[in-house]
């Protein structure tokens, strides 16, 4: 029977030495940018680990501690082999007891519990984000320790993937997110169980967890959770250098890219951008390129860099301009000409150049689908702001930001509700011009009602 306390690693604490804990936590987050990881390490994160609460880091801070401490194990830093954290033998030896040292065995084993399997299909997801959740616990007591694991649950992973992008297209990220999480869990726990098969039934489990964890991190950093989705996409980026997928490697440095620039980071949005594209050029995708070229392109407008925006523009509307091929990846089914006008009013709005970024943002909403009804709200949103901010149209940024109303109840998106309450926040002065007021109002009853 395990013992009633979490167990904590001495081990790890003696390698932290005189520095506090936020001090070291600032060591790890330096080391990890040295190799090109991103973890979002705190004290909390140092405390939890030396209380012994964490057990076995994931990938992503085990490929950094293992840069700090070169020519150790896991195990030489205190940690438990992941299998056995993870597997089959740690609930065994854990003896299902409820206490602290086997909480995160006991989590993952509830949400593989609620989240996989029945009669040889997997599903994955939960009944409120309209995804069937089919527990049968003995099934998977089975399938986990002696079975590999096959094409029915490698599909569930991937079916995962879809239906929460389906779901985002359609209603955006807030109400998806803290569901969202399950499924990732679930993901992760199938592949770090030792289990796969080997081949391509093994790739495509650690691509569909690696894609998973860039959906889920989406659902995070469009509902303003930046910190998690860093996370999140870290995890990504780490999966896909443990498997060697460059098109998984691309794409998490795709949204890495997209989260630094939304955090500041400019700098960092552009090296982010220039790794995808690196990671890309194998892969024969001249629209994945075109992408990551615009991502490279806000970094350099963050950093007021109009030249060298403007080159990455032109290098992405070459790389569009060459269409589509077998070789663009699923994930891309949003990128199209109504992204790219929307992405590139981005950079001008950054710019500074607020009309040129109006009429971008407009062409974005008129050719964009219905369907879309998310990525339709935000480039509204987008456009509405930018119209304020040129102070010489009221009227249709009011117009603009009152469609995104309409759909407030769809679409939930921390993203689009900061844009439209920056857009009131401008047109509070015009409030006398006709047609403003009545947005002003509309936005103030629907900001209350929050």
């Known amino acids: 029977m395990a013992s009633s306390r979490a167990v904590p690693n001495l081990v790890f604490r003696r390698l932290r030495g005189q520095r506090s804990p936020g001090e070291f936590a600032a060591l790890v987050r330096r080391a990890a940018r040295e190799i090109g990881e991103q973890v979002a390490c705190d004290a909390r994160y140092v ?5 012994g609460e964490i057990r076995c880091p994931n990938y992503a801070y085990e490929r950094v501690f293992l840069h700090m401490f070169p020519g150790s194990t896991l195990t030489d830093l205190g940690f438990a082999a992941r299998e056995a954290v993870r597997g089959r033998r740690a609930r065994q030896a854990d003896g299902g007891s409820n206490t602290q040292s086997t909480t995160y065995s006991n989590e993952e084993s509830d ?4 989240a996989f399997m029945t ?19 003995e099934r998977l007591r089975a399938v986990m320790p002696s079975q590999r694991i096959g094409e029915s649950e490698v599909g569930a992973v991937e079916e995962a993937v879809r239906r929460i992008r389906l779901l985002d297209d359609r209603h955006g990220a807030d109400r998806l997110y803290k569901w969202a999480a399950h ?19 093994a790739a495509r489990l650690a691509a569909g967890a690696g894609e998973l964890a860039i959906s889920v991190g989406w659902l995070a950093h469009d509902s303003g959770r930046l910190e998690d989705a860093r996370s999140h996409y870290a995890e990504a980026l780490a999966t896909s250098r443990v498997a060697n997928d460059p098109a998984l490697e691309a794409h998490a440095f795709c949204n890495t890219s997209f ?10 949005a552009v090296r982010a951008a220039q790794a995808g594209q690196q990671a890309a050029g194998r892969l024969g995708s001249a629209l994945l390129l075109a992408l ?7 970094g350099w407008a963050g950093l007021g860099d109009r030249a060298d925006c403007e080159q990455a523009l032109s290098r992405a509307h070459a ?25 590139e009013a981005q950079c001008w709005s950054a710019l500074g150049d607020w009309p040129r970024a109006a009429r971008h943002g407009y062409r974005a909403t008129t050719l964009q689908k219905p369907h879309f009804a998310r990525n339709l709200a935000l480039y509204r949103a987008q456009l509405a702001l930018d119209l304020a901010r040129a102070n010489d149209t009221p009227v249709e940024a009011a117009a603009a930001a009152g469609q995104v109303l309409d759909v407030l109840d769809e679409v939930q998106s921390s993203r689009i509700r900061a ?20 947005f002003l109002d509309r936005h103030g009853d629907t900001a209350r009602g929050a």
């Open 319 to 343: 790389l569009f301009d060459r269409g589509t091929s077998d070789a663009d990846p699923e994930w891309m089914s949003f990128f199209g000409e109504p992204e790219l006008q929307a992405l």
């Open 259 to 268: 989260l630094a620039r939304d955090g500041g980071r400019y700098r960092e």
């Open 419 to 438: 844009m439209l309450a920056d857009t009131a926040r401008l047109l509070l002065p015009r409030r006398r011009t006709p047609g403003v007021a009545d």
């Open 111 to 114: 949400v593989l519990r609620r």
């Open 292 to 298: 990551l070229s615009l991502r490279e392109a806000g």
């Open 47 to 51: 405390g939890r680990v030396e209380a």
């Open 119 to 137: 009669s040889g299909t997997a599903t994955v997801a939960t009944a409120s984000l309209g995804l069937c959740a089919l527990p049968v616990p």
């Open 183 to 201: 499924p990732l869990r679930s993901a992760y726990a199938l592949l770090d169980s030792g289990t796969a098969a080997r081949g391509s039934t």
